[in-house]
C-alpha cells in the first residue's frame, strides 16, 4: 500500500424507536352494573405496539370492549359492565406499562311478597309474612 492509499470506513446509523414514555396514566374507576367505562391513557409519541390487559391477560375488541387509539391517546372502553369485569386493567407498550383497577357495584335487588298461607317453622310456630332480601357486595 503507498502512502496515497488509504481506507475509508462508513459505518450506517442503527436507528432504534425513540422509548415509549406514558404521559398520563390509567386511574381507577367505579362503576355500577351496566354503566359505560373508559380507561385512557396517553403517550409520548404515535404508531406504537401496544395491548391492554385484565389481569394480565390479553383484552382484544369486541362488541362489549373497544379498543381504540386516536393520535397520542389509547383508550379501552366497556360497555353494559358486569360484576365479571372488576378486576385489574394495564396498559403496556414495550417497557412503559401502567395499570389501574375496576370496581363494579352491583344492584340491590329487593323482592317481598305475601304468603297466601302461613307457612309452619320446624319447631310448629306458624310464620305469618315472610320478606327475602338479596343483594349483590362489592367485587
Given amino acids: 500500500m503507498s502512502s496515497d492509499e488509504f481506507f475509508l470506513t462508513v459505518f450506517q446509523p442503527v436507528l432504534y424507536p425513540p422509548a415509549v414514555l406514558i404521559t398520563s396514566m390509567l386511574k381507577d374507576l367505579n362503576a355500577q352494573e351496566r354503566d359505560t367505562i373508559t380507561f385512557e391513557v396517553t403517550v409520548n409519541h404515535e404508531g406504537i405496539t401496544y395491548k391492554w390487559l385484565k389481569n394480565g391477560v390479553e383484552v382484544k375488541s369486541s362488541d362489549r370492549c373497544q379498543v381504540r387509539s386516536r393520535q397520542l391517546t389509547h383508550s379501552l372502553t366497556i360497555r353494559n359492565v358486569h360484576f365479571g369485569d372488576g378486576g385489574e386493567y394495564q396498559f403496556v407498550a414495550g417497557s412503559a406499562a401502567s395499570a389501574a383497577n375496576l370496581f363494579v357495584e352491583g344492584n340491590v335487588m329487593l323482592i317481598m311478597f305475601t304468603l297466601s298461607r302461613p307457612l309452619t317453622h320446624s319447631c ?16
Fill in 124 to 139: 310448629g310456630k306458624v310464620i305469618k309474612d315472610q320478606m327475602i332480601r338479596s343483594e349483590n357486595v362489592k367485587q
